[in-house]
């Protein structure tokens, strides 16, 4: 029987510890694919006391002879790619063999990047707060039919390339922002070289034909459903579909290829850059979970704003991508919270809402239930028998309200801090 592809994916605004699990499940697979965003991610992994941040190499690259892919729902800019390619082989990690990218990705130009930076300084004080990767301004290329694709570099390059760069440049005599452009492009085009190095492939065509021969595939999505450019707290979102459907287009697997979902949010919540955040928290409970959770961007190094989990928002995602299973990171950060709050309602103007609604702005107000916190230390557990009655409690509390199952708890960064439920 022909296999199907299954998807892990954010649920939150991002950064649930996505990179550390594909990590993990990787030795079940033969392939991992990105199928959407860029190098707005960052995707962290710590095993053997070292610690990775990916941006666009998928994070089964460290497990052996697995094929890791870039799929063609992702936006690719040569000159940090090369960057993570460097910094992957100087610690003593081949790439070439495992590495293959799709020639339908697109490129990100560095104008796109200035146009970035342009675009949001002419919003002012209601900037989105971008990465300042060039994404939007990518996609927007993408969806205008304007785009310059990897499989651009193999005929006519130069040429496609300069027509694009002068549009951008045309735009971007409205606006004014500075930038060195020369230094920029030179080290664009290295990349462009590295690139080369690769093997580029029609991956549609690798996918399925993995499927057809009995291969594993694991797609590997970046940001998160809050940020899904349909279903987000639209406009303060990515520009790309960061859900189960991303999949299928960013890949090219039909729905009916889709196998399990595997859903990724953590304990409470976090959010980089603007935007509403019904149960974000400007106290010391906030303070503490961005201490305890080292709650910094890995791509920008902003602190992220923190708040209670909100399981209006993770019924909402849950629902959109026909989550199966659910893994549950970052339990220790709460490890010295003597309450737990969850967030299962909203006020909207009195009344109480559970479905999420079109704008979360300042009329909603969180419904909190309390929980009581465990109180100890939980790093160094690693098996379910372990936990505390009160972790039980809330995973159960969880599983209960959520209508899935978690089948996955982490209890720290590395590697081994992960436990495998079998209920
Ligand atoms: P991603 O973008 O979804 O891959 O997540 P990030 O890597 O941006 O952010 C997750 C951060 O939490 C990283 O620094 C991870 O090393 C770290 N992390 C992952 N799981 C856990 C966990 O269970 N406990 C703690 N304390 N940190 C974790
Ligand atoms: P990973 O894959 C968290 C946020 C930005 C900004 C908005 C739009 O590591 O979870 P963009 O540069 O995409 O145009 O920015 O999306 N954002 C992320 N937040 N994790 C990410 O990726 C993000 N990628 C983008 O902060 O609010
Ligand atoms: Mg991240």
Redesign the pocket.
Known sequence: MENKVDVLL?LQ????G??KIVDVLTPNYDVVARFQ??P?????LEFENQKYVL?SIPSGIFQGDKINIIGNGVVLNPLLFKKEIDELEKSGHPLTERLKISRKAHLILPTHTIL?LAYESAKGKNK?????????PTYTDKISRNGLRVGDIEHDFDKKYAKIKQRHLDILQNYDVQYDLDTLEKAWFEGVECLKRFELIDSEHTINGSLKSGKKVLAE????TM?DIDFGSYP?????N?VTAGACSGLGVSPRNIGQVYGIFKAYC??????PFPTELFNEDGNKMRDNGFEF????G?P?RCGWIDLVALKYAIMINGVTQLIMMKNDVLDDFTKIKVCVAYDVNGKKVEDFPFDINENVTPIFKELKGWNTPLTSIRSEEEFPQELKDYILFLEKELETPIKIISVGPDREQTIFRTV
Request: aromatic share 4%.
């Open positions: 954010g605004w991002g950064d649930e996505k990179g965003g860029g707005n991610a960052g995707h962290t941006r970035d989105i707060g971008t990465t300042g990767k060039g994404i939007g999505g970046a940001q998160g940020l303060f979102v990515t520009s790309s960061t976090t959010r980089v850059g603007s935007g961007g890995s791509v920008t902003r992220r």
